[in-house]
T-cell receptor, first 110, second 115 residues
Framework: KQEVTQIPAALSVPEGENLVLNCSFT??????LQWFRQDPGKGLTSLLL?????REQTSGRLNASLDKSSGRSTLYIAASQPGDSATYLC?????????FGQGTRLTINP | ETGVTQTPRHLVMGMTNKKSLKCEQH?????MYWYKQSAKKPLELMFV???????ENNSVPSRFSPECPNSSHLFLHLHTLQPEDSALYLC??????????????FGNGTRLTVT
């Protein structure tokens, strides 16, 4: 059974810093890995999707990497801004459909 | 505008009530999903519909009954719920099934409180 873990559960950093969020999964037989953002009281917004054959994806200040063999993905956020404050979730796509981690609650302090 | 609209945004119901959650997507997608998000737990997949056919029921209790009359609409009928069913219920869609390598599009959810 696929299990997805995100560490840390919460992170608070000053504005302007570069930061890395971590996601690990137990079963490397995946189809893709997705990163989502969730604002309080809202649904999830897809940020990046990495297919199993890819190593990374980039969108603006965001870069996500995937290492299937080690069961890890990272989301790198450059030059963080207060508007980046949200909960970030990773989800692994496989035979069991999408399995989500519990998320990292990120706070960017002005 | 997310392209996936859920109503109502908030719902309070007693354990003996019957209510329905509605989801509508304007993206032309053919797969729709119900997820449950409880406090301090990961999102849990409940149901998947591909081209109006249910393809996944993740061991959900029968007090939750999904309905997908067409590819654009998805309902979740609720009856005799328990307080532990209080959660945020999220609807999502994708072009064609969970393995089509396309990102899911989520609605803003219905916050359900069972009293």
């Amino acid at each position: 059974k696929q299990e997805v873990t995100q560490i840390p559960a919460a992170l608070s950093v000053p504005e302007g810093e570069n930061l890395v969020l971590n996601c690990s999964f137990t079963d490397s037989a995946i189809y893709n890995l997705q990163w989502f953002r969730q604002d309080p009281g809202k649904g999830l917004t897809s940020l990046l999707l990495i297919q199993s054959s890819q190593r990374e994806q980039t969108s603006g200040r965001l870069n996500a990497s995937l290492d299937k063999s080690s069961g890890r993905s990272t989301l790198y956020i450059a030059a963080s801004q207060p508007g980046d404050s949200a909960t970030y979730l990773c989800a692994v796509g496989g035979a069991q459909k999408l399995v989500f981690g519990q998320g990292t609650r990120l706070t960017i302090n002005p | 505008e997310t392209g996936v609209t859920q109503t109502p945004r908030h719902l309070v119901m007693g354990m003996t009530n019957k209510k329905s959650l509605k989801c509508e997507q304007h993206l032309g997608h053919n797969a729709m999903y119900w997820y449950k998000q409880s406090a301090k737990k990961p999102l849990e997949l409940m149901f998947v519909y591909n081209f109006k056919e249910q393809t996944e029921n993740n061991s959900v209790p029968s007090r939750f009954s999904p309905e997908c009359p067409n590819s654009s609409h998805l309902f979740l009928h609720l009856h005799t719920l328990q307080p532990e069913d209080s959660a945020l219920y999220l609807c999502a869609s994708s072009p064609a099934g969970a393995l089509d390598n396309s990102p899911l599009h989520f609605g803003n959810g219905t916050r359900l409180t069972v009293t």
